[in-house]
């Protein structure tokens, strides 16, 4: 089975340029989350999709962050204008949506997001 | 919100002897607490993990212990090798908002030969 993908694994911007990040999910399942990881920090999350709704976003800056999952499969995360102080490795992750509260979550490798 | 705190922040033991990570949550309703393992540049991989139904969970050398009324859980490592170093990430999960996990801010593990 094919794991979370994330792509790119590195990028480098300056600050208030955009930049945009993509995921494509565990084949099936319908719960995607993204999170966004501080250096020395553990994830945080952003937003949370099942299937193409979204179920929380309350910790997104939605001044400069928006994300969609137009087709319930795929998601961009994006980021206009940056800031120096979104470095940081944006995280997306799945789970199936099926087993309610408590499921797995299963981890992409990140995209290294670094502001100058 | 729900609030995780991690100790200790790094943790340093010899090859062969037993790490202890510790973790408090603030929401009573969580009910969920799995346990992940992050190498330096790579993703974060689930570990174990175990329900508010238990108050114990064992995976060979890894096991995960559960105190719901001190609303804290606890991460053992017996046995410990060098592959076992990286950070170590508890976090927890309650009934509301979906699934969201909140984390807690790590533990660097170093075993030393």
């Known amino acids: 089975e094919a794991g979370v993908a994330q792509s790119p694994r590195y990028k480098i911007i300056e600050k208030r340029q955009s930049v945009a990040f993509w995921c494509n999910p565990i084949?099936?399942?319908?719960?995607l989350y993204w999170y966004q990881q501080i250096l020395g920090q553990g994830p945080k999350l952003l937003i949370q999709?099942?299937?193409?709704?979204?179920?929380?976003d309350s910790q997104l800056p939605k001044d400069r962050f928006s994300a969609e999952r137009l087709k319930g499969v795929d998601s961009t995360l994006k980021i206009q204008p940056a800031k120096l102080e979104d470095s940081a490795v944006y995280l997306c992750?799945?789970?199936?949506?099926?087993?309610?509260?408590?499921?797995?979550?299963?981890f992409g490798p990140g995209t290294r997001l670094l502001v100058l | 919100g729900e609030n995780v705190e991690q100790h200790p922040s790094t943790l340093s033991v010899q090859e062969g002897d037993s790490a202890v990570i510790k973790c408090t949550y603030s929401?009573?309703?969580?009910?969920?607490f799995p346990w992940y393992k992050q190498e330096l540049g790579k993703r974060p991989q689930l570990i174990i993990d175990?329900?508010?139904?238990?108050g114990e969970k064992k995976d060979q050398r890894i096991a995960v212990t559960l105190n719901k009324t001190a609303k804290h859980f606890s991460l053992h490592i017996t046995e410990t090798q060098p592959e076992d170093s990286a950070v170590y990430f508890c976090?927890?999960?309650?009934?509301?908002?979906?699934?969201?996990?909140?984390f807690g801010t790590g533990t660097q593990l170093k075993v030393e030969l």
């Open positions: 999709f099942q299937n193409n709704g979204v179920v929380d």
């Open positions: 084949s099936g399942h319908a719960t």
């Open positions: 929401d009573s309703a969580s009910n969920y």
């Open positions: 976090a927890a999960s309650g009934t509301g908002g979906g699934n969201k996990l909140t």
């Open positions: 992750a799945s789970s199936s949506g099926l087993a309610g509260p408590g499921e797995t979550q299963y």
């Open positions: 175990i329900r508010s139904n238990v």
